[in-house]
């Protein structure tokens, strides 16, 4: 997956409330560390402001009280920015100067968060009848039951897990199912490619 696609994916992970140590996310994103760090580099940029704290017990959360949120910002705000801040530049303190630009550089990190989102679609399922995992995950969906399957992990290791399916999306082409992982006690993002069977 590409690195705003992971880092969309911790937000949703740590946007459930639960706190998640350093070592939880690599797993769960199958990626080093040292990449999830970044992806929380990335997010804080946008004004997404991730805590950590040490210690055994220690892990990554979101205090969503102390959010700076932005519902929607187009390219055209961030040029109107941009030539305001070119028509200034001479007259201002280097303070206000580094101020602006570091602001700036938030609202450009939300704008690609927000540009990102817009690309997940809805998936019409009934165009896939021929499907037979997405055919019985939607069977399972419809009557709120769940069901077992057997998930390949980006790691190429396969874990079997019970999961509530609760919806479906497109992103790159690629089919998810977004539902309750009882194994995980969470909401999970399953890869339909990824799912090698399953047994209601």
Request: glycine fraction near 4%; proline fraction near 1%.
């Amino acid at each position: 997956m590409s690195k705003i696609t992971n880092a969309l994916i911790l937000l949703e992970l740590l946007d459930s409330g639960k706190k998640y140590s350093l070592k939880e996310l690599s797993t769960e994103l199958g990626v080093s560390e040292r990449m999830v760090r970044y992806y929380k580099e990335q997010l804080e940029l946008a004004g997404i402001i991730i805590e950590s704290f040490k210690g055994p017990n220690g892990g990554y959360f979101i205090n969503k009280e102390n959010q700076f949120k932005i519902s929607y910002f187009n390219k055209y705000d961030l040029e109107l920015l941009e030539n305001i801040f070119k028509a200034v530049d001479d007259k201002l303190d280097k303070k206000l100067i580094n101020d602006y630009k570091s602001l700036l550089s938030r609202l450009k990190a939300i704008y690609e968060v927000n540009k990102k989102v817009s690309e997940y679609d809805e998936v019409d399922v009934t165009i896939y009848n021929s499907d037979e995992k997405i055919r019985l995950i939607n069977d399972a969906l419809k009557t709120n039951k769940k069901v077992s399957i057997l998930y390949q992990n980006v790691d190429g290791t396969y874990t079997k897990r019970d999961i509530s399916p609760i919806t479906f999306f497109k992103f790159e082409d690629v089919i998810y199912v977004t539902a309750f992982c009882h194994l995980r006690g969470d909401i999970r993002h399953f890869e339909i490619n990824r799912i090698i069977e399953i047994n209601k």
